[in-house]
């Protein structure tokens, strides 16, 4: 084969990649049209039969084509997704918000900037991203009116709960109104392609230090060293110009700081997701066809079974609890607030029922928000 037959077949895939790419933006607009039609009914946004039915047809059509079934329907899933989401955009956005002004944590590259091109990234609304150090600067830009949303990191699943991130909940008055679950893949980054028996020190995030911790600890005489986030650890790295020093970040974290990737997914775990939630300074109207959450949070009487007596009340209503995280509460030693999360929507009998028993139970109650839920990818 010579260099010209390969540079045809190139420009053969590109032009179907073309179509492809086409092909898929013709179906965004459609699934918007879909849900304009969806808008004057009172059905479910998705219907899981007909997607089940989809990804069996698709996935058999491509089998007889030669492809692996299993990376059809992995495609089909993404590409069904990106269809609720975009419905759920158009039934969620009021008319008189021609854009949205939305926060992160860190720099660009950053997991909470991932968070905010995935959470947005198909709204029909302009978006503008800004970085700031620190959670609690990030949350004041919500509550000052200098952003419209933030991405704040409340979960992950291989080092559990930010616990900073339920402490800020609980003193800030805000709300909750979305949440983005990002996968999370862990590189090692340097300035130069070096051995990694080289590195002297590792920067990141604690979190991700933790989420790594396996990894490190097969690297002798090499040291974990805390940053406020993955991608300012990158950024750190690179301005410090030493081949001896790493950051655990994203591969997108590495391009943008021009660093190399020297080891991917370096995780403890090879599935590693952390769930972002959608903050404002108000609550938004969650539209009863979503599917949704409810997170609250409460601080029980100091009595015996006070917390099994709460939970029971959940459980009676029928509810499907998704989250319960313990806190210790200010001011009052060996007291605890706890954060609840369950699913269905605020104006749901069954959602006001339990309120309203957990309000006769405990010494404190708050709701958080109601808000469109996010699956895990599957």
Partial sequence: MTSHDLAALRKSLDDI??????ALGERARLARDIARVKADGDGPVRDTDRE???????????????????FVRR?????????????????????????????????????????????????????????????????????EGHVDRGMLPIENTTAGSVYEAYDLLLRYNLSLVGEEVVDVRHCLLGVANVPI?????????????????????GLAGCEGVAAANTALAAQHVRDLGDPGEAAIASEEAGAHFGLQVLARDIANQAVNYTRFVVVAASPLDCDPRI???????????????????????????????????????????WEYVFYIDVEGHLGEPRIQAALAGLAARTVFLKVLGCYPSRELPR
């Fill in 75 to 143: 495609i089909f899933r993404e590409i069904l997704d990106d269809s609720v989401r975009r419905q759920q955009d158009q039934l969620q956005v009021a008319p008189d918000t021609p854009e949205v002004r939305v926060a992160f944590q860190g720099t660009e590259g950053a997991y909470g900037h991932q968070a905010a091109l995935q959470h947005f990234g198909v709204t029909s609304r302009a978006v503008g991203l800004k970085a700031y150090p620190t959670f609690k600067a990030m949350l004041e830009a919500v509550i």
């Fill in 291 to 333: 599917a949704a959450k409810v997170s609250l949070v409460l601080a029980t009487r100091h009595e015996h079974g006070a917390l099994v007596r709460c939970l029971n009340i959940i459980a009676e209503e029928g509810l499907n609890l998704t989250k319960l995280e313990s806190r210790p509460r200010p001011g009052t030693p």
């Fill in 52 to 70: 089940t039915a989809l990804l069996q047809h698709r996935s058999a059509v491509g089998e007889r084509l030669g492809l692996d079934p299993a």
């Fill in 197 to 217: 028996e080289s590195i002297r020190r590792i920067h990141s995030h604690p979190q991700a230090l933790a989420q790594c911790s396996e990894f490190l600890s």
């Fill in 17 to 22: 990649d073309q179509v492809l790419v086409s």
